[in-house]
């Protein structure tokens, strides 16, 4: 059931770099969902405030964000010092929001802001602190970057860290003082969605419509993309070093196996060069433990970024039954 008296306050965070064309559209669409809405599911909702980041585009978007700021009272401009990336400017935009929710959008009018209560239903349904949209069209980039986008995701998931990373989409909804929390202990380089897995606890998905990107080039290149994927390997944990430490051991067993077996056959077959056996032994083994004490380090390394990202031991949140989700999982009474 829905609480009729409550109205849920999203505040909408959008990183700009490249936003002098679009932002006006979707500054006309987002102010339509300025006042009270209810959603299919009946939540009462509204947009209360639509942080636009500037991240020191190459384009006029700075005199765009003034020109919307003075236009509408809901638009907040936060203005970077420096280009960061999309990832640290939408942190700087949750970090500066005040809505009992945060829904991420680009700049770039792929997302339409009137799937917003979609996601809000979905929310309080599943009592997820965290909505994904589940684009169920291709996303508008080229084919190579689609294909190795979702190459990269598969290699991340399989390979790093066994998440959902297929889920990872910059357009999302989240529990506002989660959100914040976020922004507040991610270190420098944490990708956000990583950051994101490491506290939220219940995450869905919302099917959406993907649209096309408004007729502007996109911001990313080759070495953007590149940087974008490393830094999505870096926030992955220790999974990767610890391959590094199993591959040492691994090495240290053959090494003293294929060492017995060479000793064994020369003794046999005294077929190998005098001195060659022993050569190959000590190589062997000293490589296998070489690489085992590089795992080893790895793995004081490993901890050592954790605590470097900023990875909590644990987050604590106000009482769900008093939060935007208005009741606590699992129980029996709704609100």
Avoid: C
Wanted: aromatic residues 8%.
């Amino acid at each position: 059931m829905t609480n009729p008296d409550k109205l849920h306050r999203v505040s909408v965070v959008t990183p700009v770099y490249k936003g002098e064309r679009t932002l006006p559209g979707l500054a006309d669409e987002i102010a339509a969902l300025a006042t009270p809405q209810t959603s299919p599911d009946g939540h009462r909702w509204h947009v209360t405030e639509w942080l636009l980041v500037w991240d020191n585009g190459p384009d006029a978007s700075a005199d765009v964000i003034a020109d919307l700021a003075e236009r509408y009272d809901f638009v907040k401009p936060v203005w970077l010092s420096r280009n960061f990336g999309q990832h640290p400017a939408t942190l700087a935009g949750m970090a500066s929001s005040s809505g009992d929710w945060i829904a991420t959008l680009d700049e770039d009018g792929q997302h339409d802001p009137a799937d917003i209560p979609a996601f809000l239903d979905v929310a309080m349904s599943q009592q997820a602190q965290l909505v994904y949209a589940d684009p169920t069209n291709p996303a508008p980039h080229g084919a190579l970057r689609n294909v190795l986008s979702a190459g990269a995701k598969w290699f991340f998931s399989t390979f790093l860290t066994g998440t959902k990373t297929a889920t990872f989409q910059s357009y999302r909804l989240m529990v506002g003082d989660a959100g914040r929390s976020v922004a507040a202990y991610a270190g420098h380089g944490v990708y956000l969605d990583v950051a994101l897995s490491w506290v939220m606890g219940r995450i869905a998905q919302v099917p959406v419509r993907l649209r096309a990107e408004g007729g502007r080039a996109s911001g990313y290149n080759l070495p953007r993309l590149l940087s974008h994927f490393w830094r999505l390997v870096l926030s992955s944990g220790t999974r990767g070093l610890r391959i590094v430490s199993g591959l040492g051991a691994l090495f240290a067993i053959v090494g003293v196996v294929y060492a017995l077996f060479l000793v064994v056959m020369n003794i046999v077959t005294h077929a190998a060069p005098q001195g060659w056996t022993s050569t190959i032994v000590i190589l062997l083994m000293a490589t296998g433990l070489i690489l085992f004490s590089l795992g080893v380090i790895a793995e004081y390394v490993g901890v050592a970024v954790s605590m470097a990202m900023g990875k909590p031991p644990y987050l604590i949140l106000s009482d769900p039954a008093v939060g935007p989700h208005g009741r606590r999982p699992g129980s029996r009474s709704s609100s």
